[in-house]
């Protein structure tokens, strides 16, 4: 995967630079019919991944939350051009690009690209996680423990889930936290910042590159009820974990249900 990894840091790095261009400019964003936000930044970068997939890759598809081509293909590059929107556009550091290759609904490779930080993580298929060259973990905390942080970007009238009692649960012994951006948040999972993210969403961009890049250091992703999921598609919202509380996550939801 080595041409494909360096088109995917490429087109990472890239995307980073749109990022910062737009940070703290005024009139950059405006609501879609779903009454998320979407800026200038996310536009521009999901038109430059199409761009740049259909001249290197033609045969490839393209998955991106603000646009797509040849979403029926079995090769796809699922893309989140900005993901953390409404924190970028309050003027937080925290947005971030995740993309991912993804065959016949499985992640193969993965890159995320942090610009705030100068942080890029990527991963492939059994060649562990990395942090810019830097081999990166989850780490060997359980639920209860003294620092046990899970987060979660939740609120009830827009998720598919209804995990109000979940989260009550888990935080008489655990700390949860609200990052605003699922792709770092599971990106603290890979590194060992954080024990796990619950995330209540349909939208497969925003988990793709997490699926490889949370795996190879170690952890586990799954859809909400610990099953699989393919990521070519609408998804069960994920939990996103270093492997270790991941069952026990999953039978306080199910208990829940």
């Known amino acids: 995967m080595k041409n494909e990894l360096e088109f995917a840091k490429k087109l990472a790095y890239d995307a980073g630079e749109i990022i910062k261009k737009y940070f703290n400019q005024s009139d950059i964003s405006r609501y879609k019919s779903d009454n998320t936000i979407v800026t200038k930044a996310d536009e521009e970068i999901n038109q430059m991944v199409i761009d740049r997939v259909r ?64 942080r890029l993580y ?32 939740y609120s009830p ?15 008489q012994t655990n700390r949860i936290s609200g990052l605003g951006s699922v792709v770092r ?38 859809d909400i009820y610990g099953n699989d999921q393919r990521y070519d598609r609408g998804i069960q919202g994920a939990i996103i974990s270093n492997g270790i509380v991941h069952d026990e996550i999953v039978k306080t939801i199910k208990d829940e249900k």
């Open 185 to 222: 948040a599971g990106i603290m999972v890979a590194e060992g910042s954080i024990i796990a993210s619950i995330y209540c969403s349909p939208k497969p961009y925003d988990i793709a590159a997490l699926k490889i890049i949370v795996e190879e250091a170690g952890g586990r992703v799954t």
């Open 55 to 118: 001249e290197n890759y033609p045969e490839h598809g393209i998955y991106g939350e603000e646009d797509s081509f040849g979403k029926d293909r079995s090769t796809l590059w699922v893309c989140d051009p900005l993901d953390g929107t409404a924190a970028f556009t309050r003027g937080l550091p925290i947005a971030v690009f995740s993309l991912a290759l993804v065959i016949d609904g499985q992640s193969i490779l993965g890159v995320v690209n942090d610009p705030f930080t100068d």
């Open 122 to 153: 990527f991963a492939t298929k059994d060649s562990g996680a990395f942090c810019n060259d830097k081999k990166i973990s989850v780490n060997k905390n359980r639920l209860g423990e003294r620092d046990s942080t899970i987060d979660c970007s």
């Open 157 to 171: 009238k827009r998720n598919r889930f209804n995990l109000t009692k979940v989260f009550y649960e888990l935080q």
